[in-house]
């Protein structure tokens, strides 16, 4: 039976710029949804688990010209995303149908909702969402986790873009991550030499525990430039870059001839006040100077691709096999979601952020 109220998450006010804070939210109580108001092949769903990811800023922003469409001022939150082949492009939330008219779906069924609602209930298209596939050792909270988009956009930035071979040497950035800690382990699977960098010594120890061969912090280092040439001597084939700013202008100066810098994100550039607070990167002539390559990537047109259906098999088999660890932070309580969110860029979770709803 659905609740007699069901709790939401909106967007109070569009934050263009700086950090948003948790004003900009709004949780409220709403009606619960019934059976008796669904049309033909809709469900209601209760979100078990929700990702919380960094691409999320963006659209907190409120602006038209993006990449990503912004949310809605006072609507829930939706991560409703949809790559061009029509495939969802994020795992935004696994749930329990507790409700439809849909042959398809039954309830108790676990699905996986790419366009998932931050409600504890809600009405969705039974086309619109897929039933969660059964893998050895994978649980729901797993489905947003080791094989969510994080792990799947480093999968894709490994495979793809990297062009890694056994030998070299890769540094990532915000390794400790989402993104990162996969790419750390895909990279060592590979026979890569891998180095870390991260924001806090926990975090540092974490990253020695799933392989990395050195790591540091970027907060106590001092030079960043200078902290890079400590922990790869021989220079950097790859960088792989979360964060933008300071650091990559940092990496450029210590890459090798034929380099790859593979352009994930840049979350130190996302909550600037303006412009002009930007970092400039200085040090972009050695990627002319080293016959370097400097690519970006969004991970949405790779969805419903052969490359999803073997990113899948291999990571699950992995990690069934313990052969990949994957750390989340967990906030308990849809109603915290949007410090969740804050904490994430703040820092403060270590590995995947997600909300047990």
């Known amino acids: 039976m659905s609740a007699s109220t069901i709790t939401r998450v909106l967007l109070n006010n569009y934050v263009p710029s700086g950090s948003a804070k948790i ?24 979100p078990l688990y929700l990702s919380v990811d960094p691409y999320q800023r963006n659209r907190l922003s409120g602006a ?27 795992n935004s939330l696994v749930a329990t149908v507790i409700a439809s008219t849909s042959g398809e779906f039954q309830e108790g069924d676990l699905v996986i909702d790419g366009g998932g609602k931050w409600e504890t209930e809600y009405v969705a298209r039974a086309g ?10 994978i649980n729901p909270r797993d489905y947003v986790g080791v094989l969510g988009m994080p792990s799947f956009t480093a999968y894709v930035g ?20 989402a993104v990162g800690q996969m790419v750390v382990q895909l990279a060592k699977a590979r026979g890569l030499r891998v180095v870390g960098v991260a924001g806090s010594d926990d975090k540092i120890e974490y990253l020695k ?8 912090n970027y907060k106590t280092c001092g030079s960043l430039e200078d902290a890079i040439k400590r922990a790869a001597p021989e220079g950097i084939d790859i960088y792989f ?3 933008g700013g300071e650091l990559l202008d940092a990496a450029l100066a210590n ?5 790859r810098i593979v352009v994930c994100g840049a979350i130190t550039q996302y909550n600037l006040s303006s412009g002009e607070e930007g970092y400039g990167v200085k040090n972009t002539l050695n990627i002319l100077i080293k016959s370097a390559k400097m690519q970006g990537f969004t991970i949405g047109g790779y969805f419903g691709t052969k490359i999803q259906g073997e990113f899948i098999e291999h990571v699950s088999k992995l990690y069934d096999e313990g052969k990949i660890k994957y750390r989340m932070s967990e906030t308990v309580g849809l109603e915290n979601g949007a410090q969740a969110i804050l ?15």
Not at 158 to 177: C, D, N, Y
Not at 209 to 216: E, K, Y
């Open 23 to 46: 004003s900009d939210f709004q949780i409220v109580q709403a009606p619960a949804p019934t059976k008796e108001q669904l049309k033909e092949n809709e469900v209601i769903l209760r």
């Open 64 to 90: 038209k010209e993006s990449y990503i469409p912004m949310y809605q001022k006072g609507q829930p939150i939706s991560n409703s995303l949809v790559a061009t082949k029509g495939q969802p492009i994020s």
């Open 128 to 137: 619109a969402i897929k039933k969660a596939p059964v893998y050895p050792g």
């Open 158 to 177: 490994m495979t793809v873009v990297a062009e890694p071979k056994a030998g070299e040497t890769i540094l990532v950035s915000s390794a400790s991550g």
């Open 209 to 216: 525990s799933i392989g990395a061969d050195a790591a540091f």
């Open 241 to 243: 870059d979360c964060v």
């Open 255 to 259: 890459i090798n001839e034929f380099a």
């Open 343 to 357: 904490d994430l860029f703040e820092g403060k979770n270590v590995g995947k952020s997600v909300i047990k709803a």
